[in-house]
Structure formats: C-alpha cells, structure tokens
C-alpha cells in the first residue's frame, strides 16, 4: 500500500516537474504554433492547445493499462497522472479559466496564488514574455498579501 501511495504522488509530482518544462521549453519554443491557441482569447469551447492533454492523458491511460495486470509501479504512475490531470482540469480550465463555469473565483490565498500566477502568465500573449510557467510550482510572490 505504500508503495501505491509513493508512486502515484511520484507520477503527481513528476507531471508538474515536467509539465513545468514542457510548457516553458516547447510549447513556448518549438510547439509556440499550438499552445498560442490558449493564449489568444477565442470563444471557442476547444482549443488546439487541447492536444496537450490528449497526450499526457495517453501516457496515463498507457501506462494504467500496462500496470493493470499486477497493480505495478506503472499502474500507479499513471493514476498520479491522472489525479494531476484531474486537479488541472478543475483549477486550470474551470477555475481559472471558467471554460465551464461551475466554479466561483477562489477564495483561499493558495488557490488565489495559483491565479495570480497564471495571470501574470497570461499578461502578454507573445511566445517569449511569459513567467510562471507551472500549475503548483510557482513564485512565492503570488502568494503574498496586501497586508503583508
């Protein structure tokens, strides 16, 4: 059971790291041409930068399936991708986004934090002027109040 739980908050942790770096070195270098499709506002509900998730929810799929049999490190991997891509969903597209609006705009510092940084993101919709490139890795000033 502890290997269960380490594995999926490794497969967690280790989509933000990459995530982090995925999204600052290609998809702000290289695959520019489709993630800018989320940087410009559309009214569209889908946008081309949505293959991103098809990707790394494939990975998850691919490797729950290839675990499944004996409940292996894979399998688990994949479930901490999942959760992670979960968690993203709600924050990232309904949260912040409101690509659904279920959600009201957050109310706890962290989750203000988190939108403080993905705006500051979204402050410019050129290729080379952005910062705050993960989801929960992102800069303590984000984090900071007026009143402090």
Known sequence: MIEAIGFTILGFVLMEISGWAIHKYLMHGPLWMIHKTHHKHSDSF?????????????????????????????????????????????????????????LDRPKSSFLQGIFKAHQAHHYSDKKDDAVSFGLFLVPKKYFKTKDR
């Open 46 to 102: 889908l946008e081309l930068n949505d293959l991103f998730s098809l990707l790394f929810g494939s990975v998850a799929v691919l490797l729950i399936f290839l675990g499944i049999g004996k409940l292996d490190y894979r399998f688990w991997l994949g479930i901490g991708i999942s959760l992670y891509g979960l968690l993203y969903f709600l924050l990232h597209d309904i949260l912040i986004h409101r690509r659904i609006k279920w």
